[in-house]
């Protein structure tokens, strides 16, 4: 039998030196960061379909506009990515089909894209188009003779078919994606038409079915939302990612009130042994990291920063002690991530690429 090579991960954020270099940035070790970007471009870059936020030119784009070093070249050949997924995306539309989450969210979609253009030093039509189309998200659409959101999607995060499909909830895969880079551009006063709508539909959808990873046709059929189901609290899905996004469209809204119940969420998550004991490890994705950063991002847009101090140190000690256990070398789910957390400081805003800032 001969063993399958797999293609090398160079170019991945997630997981490949690029993600390793944003740690160096955030540490002024500009010699090691141009170690690992030599490595993550050494077997060229990627524009074509599977460039997004996390791989390709639009992550090499995102690490280097950490150093502010971002040129022309890398730049131009992210906005054909964007307008070829932009292109892809309005066809889509035109047919009728409900999408895929690759199409629009963080990871893989134009919410991840959307977030790029956002740490771009100037507006640009790209944006606009960006922020149109994810807006477009919020209008319902019929299929099979009933209406659905306009984000269902008939597979799920790893492209599985989920029978009736289902409303992705999470940070990373879900609505709560878009959620957050329109409220972002808002804040920034970077608005298109029907901007502040779609913050309120996609904010009281999370009101309803945020207890749950996603939202399934048996949710939509019963009488009133589901109960929330005790799960993994993270940055990618649960409570504290949608939390942070439900206080970002707060602040972009001016709706104290909302903003207070994101707050208190996050303290509520956060200081239950039940949901704190199904925390695993001390990556960014889903563990320590993650927790400590978002409610570091919180606690700096709230009006009362002191009720976290404790929760953060709590997080920051429990993270300190699981760090050395984490057997990958990369950003989400490794130790450049983890000691990016740990260390605390945000001078280059790497804390961007997860939608809290």
């Given amino acids: 039998m001969t063993a399958t090579t797999l293609p090398p991960r160079t170019q991945d954020l997630s ?188 904010a009281r959808w999370l009101d309803g079915y945020g207890g749950h990873y996603w939202t399934t046709r048996a949710h939509l059929d019963a009488a009133e939302p589901p109960a929330p189901q005790p799960a993994r609290p993270s940055w990618c899905y649960g409570q504290p990612g949608i939390a942070r996004a439900q206080q970002l469209a707060a602040l972009a809204m001016n709706d104290p009130a909302r903003r207070r119940a994101a707050e208190d969420t996050l303290v509520r998550t956060l200081t239950d042994p039940a949901h704190l004991t199904l925390i695993t490890d001390a990556t960014l994705c889903h563990g320590w990291a993650g927790l400590v950063t978002l409610a570091r991002a919180v606690a700096t847009d709230s009006p009362t920063p002191e009720r976290f101090a404790s929760l953060i140190g709590d997080l920051q000690q429990r993270l300190a002690a699981e760090l050395d256990r984490l057997s990958k070398p990369g950003f989400m789910e490794g130790r450049s991530g983890a000691q990016l957390a740990l260390h605390g400081t945000n001078a280059t805003n790497w804390t961007s690429v997860l939608l809290i800032t």
Avoid at 25 to 33: K, M, Q, V
Avoid at 156 to 178: C, K, Q, R, S
């Fill in 15 to 202: 997981e490949g030196p690029l993600g390793i270099a944003l740690l160096d940035i955030e540490r002024g070790d500009l010699s090691a960061a141009r170690r690992h970007l030599a490595q993550a471009v050494a077997h060229g870059v990627s524009s074509g379909r599977n460039a997004s936020l996390f791989h390709g030119a639009p992550a090499l784009e995102f690490v280097l506009g950490r150093a502010r070093h971002a040129g022309r070249d890398v730049r131009s050949a992210v906005d054909r990515v964007v307008d070829a997924r932009l292109a892809a995306a309005q066809r889509r539309q035109q047919s009728g089909v409900l999408p895929h989450l690759a199409e629009w969210d963080l990871i893989r979609g134009l919410a991840g894209l959307g977030a790029l253009l956002l740490t771009r030093e100037a507006s640009s039509t790209r944006l606009t188009d960006v922020l149109a189309y994810l807006v477009s998200l919020s209008r319902p659409v019929r299929c099979e003779g009933r209406e659905l959101p306009g984000w269902w999607s008939v597979l799920g995060p790893d492209d599985e078919e989920l029978v009736g499909g289902h409303g992705n909830n999470g940070m990373a895969h879900g609505i709560t994606g878009p959620l957050a880079v329109l409220s972002l551009a808002a804040r920034h006063d970077y608005l298109v038409p029907g901007q502040h709508e779609a913050i309120e539909v996609f």
